[in-house]
């Protein structure tokens, strides 16, 4: 399976109509920049997660080892690579 | 076919570097699990484990009666539904007539821990030579929340309304413990869903688990403590402070047995959540 | 000295057959003759639980099939055995349990499952007395279970009942090849007598052939994850399973009753019996014959499907039945159902363990066939026997009211 990010850039690639609204990645993000987008709601019937400030993530992925849903492809950019 | 969302705009660049995906063991399918239940994290880690252990084409589940009676349709291996708590039984079986097999069940605790207690402790006893996923959220799911064996002293149900009353009901059983006093387990851990650096840790639990079958060990059970947000009547991320609390005090974390059965010859590796190194695993 | 024929060994075969087959005799334990004829059909896994009467066959295949290499089980208990059945069998191995009444009781929960979910295995019962912990004694008060229920839900199972223990070596066979033709549970039922008892049997076994499955779990490797399931939460797709397994019934009964007919040619009367009770009975006909009354044998091999057509077809000539069973009396309902009250049916038997006497049939015979001989009723501990029996029915036997056709 070839996954590729998302353009224009953005370090996570969320499948919006699996994701619940649970919030447990919200929590879990160190960066806080995790949200739901209280102003839509995905077919389930939840408000799904969105990503608010995609340069201050840092690809730690700790979203996607929370998840229950598995809604998260997450992907670093090259300048990050070092770190 | 799900919607993404790109975020705001910034360069594409073709040199992005993957960090994580679902396995493809998983399937791309929303489950029926709650908003923020542990099944789904326990799923997908052992969708992980089953990855980097080249398992998924040898794999023969068992499926138990429970909120996780349809894992098969969210995990991509061959699947035989259990009576509930036979499902260490029906393993057994599998187990004895297909050595080559790697045999898994999938248990929640009214499963193994009431119905299913005579199969799970024989199976334990005999030595069977399979790895068993425990799911203990002190609690009846999927019939409507009710007590479970391992329900709270304390805890309202729909069945114990009032509390769990030692006095009526008995204690909440600590099967795990019981289990690992059998020679026949080779491995007996419990872990919780409860963060991030728990899921790590529960995952190489579960890799631990895979691997004493895989080296012919012996029985091997990991026990997920995990959350009912429903039945406890709080928010998942309620629900995960309550795991890291009082539950964790009834039932303590860590491997409660490692009888060192079988030489570790897989070593962790792929393209998922690499397992971070942990004393006890 | 009876013959082959008369004790029921050697159905079908030629003179020539059955003069190699004396040659090959063997005196064999029931028990023992039903677990090497399932270790000859290439049972690869057994799963038992120690009960009287049939533990027998549970150390038989303890020693043989460890000698071949095969998987033998003693389960923690017969909720045990028939899971680890269930889970071998759906891997697609050719799998038996054998158990007694109390035992085949707690199987009934693997056995719906294996019925819904289409998993082939075998399942002896040798019957014993109930209801409850009962007694050891030889018993057919399981007809109900086997054939009416036993499992919750809307299936059955085929049902094979055999009169020796020659005769029960060779539906083995049948079994496993029924089991896996229609993807069900197959259930073989005999008594304690017939598992206890040893006889002179034919060491010629039969090994039927194997077959490919495409639904048995192997492990997905270059093919589609398979799932062996029963359930099925929307009704519409429930009810087109219930459908095919209904469809799979009428396939059953259309192509595997089985039942013997013996001296019915010229027959006013006819005594339908199974298992032991037809070997009593195949006695009180002869003597029966000795007095005038012209009686045979009618006798079902396959408790289900029964042989309703063929016992209706029968009962067109016949001035009554007798059925004579080792239980209160639940196969002749069935027998009442197919004669659709053509001619009188009438009941005799016996419970706890006992045995009809050839006598006591007789007896029943002949009240039966309108020979007002008297017949004392048997001696029992503390009671007369008329008192198990309806009470407005002549002697210790039921007959319906209703005259002839």
Known sequence: MTLRPPVPWAPLLIAEDHCKGCELCVAACPKAVLALDRGRVNLLGYHPIRLTDPAACTSCAFCARVCPDAVFIVWAAPREAGR | MTLHTPGSATPATAAARLIYHKPDVLLDRSTHYCPGCGHGIVHRLLAEVLTELDLPAHTIAVAPVGCAVFAYDYLNVDFVEAPHGRAPAVATGIRRVRPEAFVLTYQGDGDLAAIGTAEIVHAAARGERITAIFVNNGIYGMTGGQMAPTTLLGQRTTSSPNGRDAALMGYPIRITEMLAQLPGVAYAARGTVADVPAIGRLKAMIKRACQIQLNSGGFAIVEALSNCPVGWGMTPLQSLEHLKGPVVDAYPLGVIVDRGLGADTHPAAGTACPAPSHPEA | ?405
């Open chain 3, 1 to 405: 000295m009876k013959t082959e024929r008369e004790i029921g060994v050697g159905d079908g075969r030629t003179e020539a057959e059955l003069e190699a087959g004396r040659r090959s005799r063997v005196l064999m334990k029931g028990n023992e003759a039903i677990a090497e004829a399932a270790i000859q059909a290439g049972c690869d896994a057994y799963f038992g639980y120690p009960i009287t009467p049939q533990a027998e066959l549970l150390e038989w295949m303890a020693r043989r099939m460890l000698e071949l290499g095969r998987v033998f089980v003693q389960a923690e208990s017969e909720l045990g055995a028939i899971n680890m059945a269930l889970g071998a069998a759906a891997t697609g191995a050719r799998v038996m349990v054998s158990s007694s009444s109390p035992g085949i009781s707690l199987m009934a929960e693997a056995m719906s499952y294996m019925a819904g979910s289409g998993t082939p295995m075998v399942l002896v019962n040798i019957m014993r007395a109930g209801p409850g912990l009962g007694g050891i004694g030889p018993s057919q008060s399981d007809y109900f279970q086997a054939t009416k229920g036993h499992g919750h839900g809307d299936y059955r199972v085929p049902v094979l009942a055999p009169a020796s223990i020659g005769e029960a070596m060779e539906l083995l066979a049948s079994s496993f090849e029924m089991a896996e033709r229609y993807r069900t549970p197959v259930m073989l039922v005999a008594d304690g007598i017939l598992g206890q008892a040893m006889e002179p049997v034919d060491l010629r076994f039969r090994t039927p052939e194997r077959h490919a499955f495409d639904w048995a779990l192997t492990g997905a490797a270059g093919r589609p994850a398979r799932i062996i399931k029963s359930i099925d939460l929307d009704p519409e797709v429930l009810e087109k399973r219930n459908l095919d397994l209904q469809h799979k019934y009428r396939e059953i009964a259309r192509h595997e009753v089985r039942w013997e007919a013996w001296q019915l040619d010229d027959a006013e009367f006819a005594i339908v019996a199974y298992g032991t009770a037809a070997r009593v009975a195949r006695t009180a006909i002869t003597r029966a014959r000795e007095r005038g009354i012209k009686v045979g044998l009618f006798r079902p091999i396959t408790l289900w499907p029964f042989p309703e057509r063929e016992l209706a077809r029968l009962s067109r000539r016949l001035g009554g039945i007798l059925t004579v069973e080792l239980s209160s009396g639940q196969m002749v309902e069935d027998v009442r159902l197919a004669v659709e009250g053509r001619c009188p049916v009438a009941f005799h038997g016996r419970m706890g363990g006992l045995v009809p006497t050839p006598d006591e049939v007789l007896g029943a015979l002949k009240a039966l066939s309108g020979h007002h001989a008297h017949t004392p009723p048997p001696r029992v501990r503390g009671y007369e026997a008329t008192e198990l029996f309806e009470p407005d029915y002549p002697a210790h036997s039921g007959a319906r009211r209703g005259g002839r056709r």
